[in-house]
């Protein structure tokens, strides 16, 4: 019983300043008359008192009427103080009641490199499907096949579950006479998991990874890439192209084919090394970011730029002229440049369109 004790020298103390001279003044002035400390003291108490069993809220409403408190108004005052020993967090309830913070486990990374080759003839057709997250790189050389170098990352926190999930996520190589497909598999595709991993750990499901390719294609190639989240580069490759991607900065140097490529959000610079085209041209789309153009002196081409919401068209190449109404402004160009030729169209929703010059250092 030392609680009913300290917490009777609490009350003491609280009718001694509320008895004080003075007693015409009302319950909250002579409340702030008791000193601060006094009155976290008492609190600290009967936390003590009142909350380790709910039974004694009886022994603490007896103790205060045996007090002469002269108001009513005061008894309710000093009973509420002890009743939010219940209700009210004060530090030294905080540092009772405190709960450490467990940080997350950091994850564990593998990386594991693959490499592939086939056989492939020119004008043939390439597909990568990338991964959620990763980069693609494309290449076009001399060689008749097709070189496929990627590295897998993952993450997860045990060395049991990064064995699980590079059971399922990676890549596989499909492969006929004229058509060879890069395709990720993964946690991502939930068509792949049921038919391969039925009962997979859900809590794997959500983990990051990515898939970062480097491929090598014969110049002459048909290009399909439909990527995720990650950086993509394409040079040399001359045959017809198609690309989407879901989040980029997409790097293209483009000199021939028909090319159609459309970005969610990122940016997309496209150099043309080329002063004529060869092939029908290029169709360039980003719903949310910027599209860089950089052109030769001396290039030939019909040029269709639009931003369809928020932005404007800054041309620096300072060679194009109308071509037809509206001609070229900051939102609209329809223009022509050198003696025209092949039809370039870009599409920005909301961002910017710049045009410009390539300089020889670029070249």
């Not at 045990?158 to 890069?182: C, K, P």
């Not at 991607?245 to 997409?250: F, G, N, Q």
Request: aromatic residues 6%; contains cysteine; proline residues 4%.
């Amino acid at each position: 019983m030392s609680w009913f004790y300290s917490a009777a020298a609490c009350l003491r103390e609280l009718s001694a300043v509320a008895t004080a001279p003075g007693s015409v003044l009302n319950t909250s002035v002579r409340l702030s008359l008791v000193p601060h400390q006094t009155l976290e003291t008492c609190r600290g108490v009967l936390i003590g008192v009142v909350r380790p069993k709910s039974s004694n809220i009886d022994l603490v409403s007896n103790m205060i009427s045996s007090y002469s408190f002269r108001s009513l108004g005061l008894r309710v005052a000093v009973f509420t103080l002890s009743m939010s020993a219940l209700f009210v967090s004060t530090p030294l309830a905080q540092r009772q009641k405190a709960t450490p913070v467990i940080a997350p486990a950091p994850l564990l990374t593998r990386t594991a490199t693959r490499q592939e080759k086939r056989r492939l003839g020119y004008g043939s057709t390439v597909t990568i499907v990338g991964a959620p997250q990763g980069s693609i790189t494309v290449e076009g050389w001399s060689r008749s096949e097709v070189q496929v170098t990627a590295d897998i990352e993952l993450r997860a926190e045990t060395e049991e579950d990064l064995n699980l999930l590079a059971s399922v996520n990676g890549w596989v190589l499909d492969d006929n006479a004229n058509h060879v497909q890069i395709l990720s598999t993964g946690t991502h595709d939930k068509v792949f998991m049921r038919r391969v991993a039925k009962k997979f750990p859900k809590k794997l499901l959500g983990l990051p990874w990515k898939v970062d390719y480097r491929v090598f294609v014969p110049m002459a190639t048909d290009l399909e890439i439909n990527a995720g989240r990650g950086p993509i580069t394409v040079s040399g490759v001359e045959g017809a192209m198609t690309l989407t991607a879901t989040e980029s900065e997409t790097q293209m140097t483009l000199i021939s084919g028909t090319v159609n490529a459309t970005v969610a959000s990122g940016r997309i610079d496209v150099r043309i090394p080329t002063r004529s085209w060869r092939g029908t041209g290029a169709d360039l789309r980003i719903a949310a970011g910027d599209l860089n153009v950089e052109l030769p002196a001396g290039f030939n081409g019909d040029i269709d730029a639009d931003i369809l919401r928020v932005g404007q068209i800054e041309d620096t190449f300072a060679a194009l002229e109308t071509r037809e109404k509206p001609g070229i402004t900051t939102r609209i160009v329809r223009a022509r440049a050198g003696a025209g030729g092949a039809s370039f169209k870009f599409t920005v929703g909301d961002g910017t369109i710049r045009i410009r010059k390539l300089t020889m250092s670029d070249q």
